[in-house]
């Protein structure tokens, strides 16, 4: 049932397209551009979420295709890169639900999911603030906000890793040194 709803939505969509933007008031293609920008979003949510699933299809071996990513570039008409950041970001949504959430609501684009899909995987507990900056900021802010998250768990991550390895490495050595004190002079005492 679900596919035959997307067709239908695909057709309501390419019908809309027949019209020539000039026919239209400013304000109404105002608001259809906004219209637009939201099914992008539910676009980019609907790929990302089942390119994972349909890689499990196995259509691009039977294709002929060495793997997922290269059927779904010639598919889409897109480079190889973009379609494996699809499938990468379709995986790491697997342990982001806020993230998922998000995207199935329409508040991400295609960049600020690259963005925080990366940060993210790599510190986890940065989620909710991904998405926070993701609503604050632009992209080039969140962006700056996800290099920072990053280089403060990698800083975090290389001073953990360097006290371990100064934990492991060291070691104390005691010894007593007998020594001969000029006679009448205790030791530790100046004549």
Known sequence: MMTADLVKALGLLRRSLEVEPETVAAVDAARIFDLFLEMERAVVAGKTLYARRA???GVWRSEGHKNPASWMAET???GFGEANAVLE???RLQSLPETTEALRRGELSAPQLREITAAAIEVPSSERELLDAAG???LKGLKDHCARVKARA???AD???RYEQI???RSLVMWIERCQAPSGVLPGHRA
């Open 136 to 138: 604050r900021h632009g």
């Open 154 to 156: 990698t800083s975090e």
């Open 76 to 78: 889409a008409g897109s």
């Open 159 to 161: 001073a953990l890793s």
């Open 167 to 169: 934990r492991k490495n």
């Open 89 to 91: 970001m379709s995986e």
């Open 55 to 57: 890689a499990d299809a």
